[in-house]
């Protein structure tokens, strides 16, 4: 092969190498930089029944719900606790109480405050009744105090190893009591056009083709 053939061979290599190069810096430095806003669209298959994994916990309705609910908890990477509606909390030497202390100012997304009467009506009403995990996940939750609207003290019959890994928006949604509580939780009609207190905010829900979210402001 002639040298200068060659020679344009390896040229050409590093203009690609250059270009690769400066395409990866671009994108690590975009990555690195997030931009406020946006519009992100998913597609979802087969799309939810509804919009609460309190109801349903199909892993459709997990693509959408935790979006709009929180849990009592989150979790990093390790599966250690991370504060979310609960900023704190203790368990009892005996292992028969767990207190958790919760985040003031939240609100519903229809403005009404979140309390820990909310914490009480789904985790005895929803996630030990309802849930198809929660009713063993609960089984040894007996009752939920709630000596003032920040403090949910969980009562347990004995106990509950896997209680502090099963809190998160996902598996254990906080749902509204002011909503739920004197109707029949499988009919509510929020199952359907869900009021959390989640980082983003329910719009609409057209069947078959989109349901939109729009960010919550006051998150």
Known sequence: ???????????????????????????????AEPVRGGTLIAVINPAPSVLSSAINNHFSVNAVSPNVFDGLLSYDKDM??????ALSWETAADGLSVRFNLRPNVKWHDGEPFTSQD????????????????????????DVETPDPLTAIFKLSQPSPILLIALSAAESQVLPAHLYQGSDPLKNPHN???????????VSWRRGEFIELARNENY
């Open 1 to 31: 092969m002639p040298k200068y053939i060659r020679f344009l061979k390896y040229i050409h290599f590093l203009t690609r190498l250059l270009i690769g190069t400066l395409l990866l810096s671009g994108c690590l430095a975009y990555a």
């Open 80 to 85: 250690n606790p991370q504060p979310s509606l």
């Open 119 to 142: 914490i009480r009506y789904s985790a005895l009403e929803l996630w030990k009744k309802l849930h198809p995990r929660g009713r063993t996940t609960f089984a040894n939750l007996v």
């Open 192 to 202: 359907i056009a869900p009021i959390g207190t989640g980082p983003f905010r329910f």
